[in-house]
Structures are given as structure tokens and as C-alpha cells.
């Protein structure tokens, strides 16, 4: 079964603080895609990262940082440094090789205090 | 290119009315989809497509509809409108990677 795992349901940090959004996959497919959604209080969804099950490099953007491990089946979400305007549910999820739906995971909501 | 557009943007039904939520892209993605978004619980899939004329069942189908009649429109009908059904509804498209979203549109029914 293909699954997207968010266990963080909510978290508060104050703002400049680091903070990492956790996110865990369930697949038996050796080709598989993992993005990162982010959708601001204004409801869109805002694309910010798709990575493939090939490329296990670490990858930053400016304050984003994303950690893939294919060893424990994790991608998670770094935020340094965070700012109000992070404030927002952040949604992970799984694509398989072929034109398939996403799979998400339950999302995380994220509120950084001022 | 406008991408994926969904019409309307917020609508508010009576229960057991009937309506269409619209759908169009113009990046002439094969594949379309839409889900369904509940508070804390993720998008849903309700019903996609891979082509005109073929369509498919998603995870959570009961009470919606769908057609594919172009490439271009992917539309969403809600026959009999049940309090369940209100959520923020997502259409999407894609070819191979390359995933497209709407805007949503907010459903509340009443």
C-alpha cells in the first residue's frame, strides 16, 4: 500500500526559531517522486519541492531544507530561521513513475508567534 | 497559460440540490483529478482521469460524478448534496511529474 504519514498534526514555534516537519512513505515501488505542498492561509496550494527516489542529496532553498532517507523511508522538512509568513498546513506527498494520482499525507499546520 | 482554473470560488448549497463544479486546463495535461479537502485530514481522492472519455474512481467517489468529454475540461457534479460533502474541493492536472492545481473551491452545504 502506498502511504503518507504526517504525524504532526499542529506545531507552534516562535518566530526565528528552527523547525522540522516530519514525513514518512509507504512504498513497494523502486521509482517513486516525494513533494512538499505548502498552503497558506489564503487556501492555495504552493508547490516547493518533488524529489526522486534516485537522488538522496540534501537540498536547500535559502531557508527550506529537505532531508530524504530512503533508509527510513523519511523526507522531512527543515525551516530555518521562521517567519510569520511561514505560518501554513505544509502537505507531503507520493507519486508513483507514470501519469498516478498524489498520495498526501494528513498534512502539518504550522503557526509561528511573533 | 491560466494553468487550472475551477469555477466557483466559495458556494453554499441546500441539501439536495444539485451542482457542477468546473474545471479547465490549458496545458494539455492527459491526466486530471480532483480531491476533496476536510480539516486535518489531507486531500482525497475523489475521481480522476487519463484521458477524454475515461475516467476512474478515486478513494472517496460516493455522491459525485464525473465526465470527460475534452482534454480540457474535467467538471464535477454533485447530484444530491449532503451535509458530508462540505469541503474545499481541488482539481488538478499533470503529465508525467509535472502536477497543476486549482484554487479551490469552497463547498459548504446546508
Known sequence: AQKVTQAQTE???V??????LDCVYETRDTTYYLFWYKQPPSGELVFLIRRNSFDEQNEISGRYSWNFQ????????TITASQVVDSAVYFCALHFSG?????????????VIA | NAGVTQTPK???LKIGQSMTL?????MNHNYMYWYRQDPGMGLKLIYYSVGAGITDKGEVPNGYNVSRSTTEDFPLRL?????????VYFCASSYSIGFGFGQGT???VV
Open chain 1, 99 to 111: 501519469n498516478t494520482p498524489l498520495v498526501f499525507g494528513k498534512g502539518t499546520r504550522l503557526s
Open chain 2, 106 to 108: 469552497r463547498l459548504t
Open chain 1, 70 to 77: 530512503k533508509s527510513t523511508s523519511s523526507f522531512n522538512f
Open chain 2, 22 to 26: 468546473q474545471c479547465t486546463q490549458d
Open chain 2, 79 to 87: 447530484e444530491l448534496a449532503a451535509p458530508s460533502q462540505t469541503s
Open chain 1, 11 to 13: 506545531i507552534s514555534v
Open chain 1, 15 to 20: 518566530e526565528k526559531e528552527d523547525v522540522t
Open chain 2, 10 to 12: 466559495f458556494r453554499i
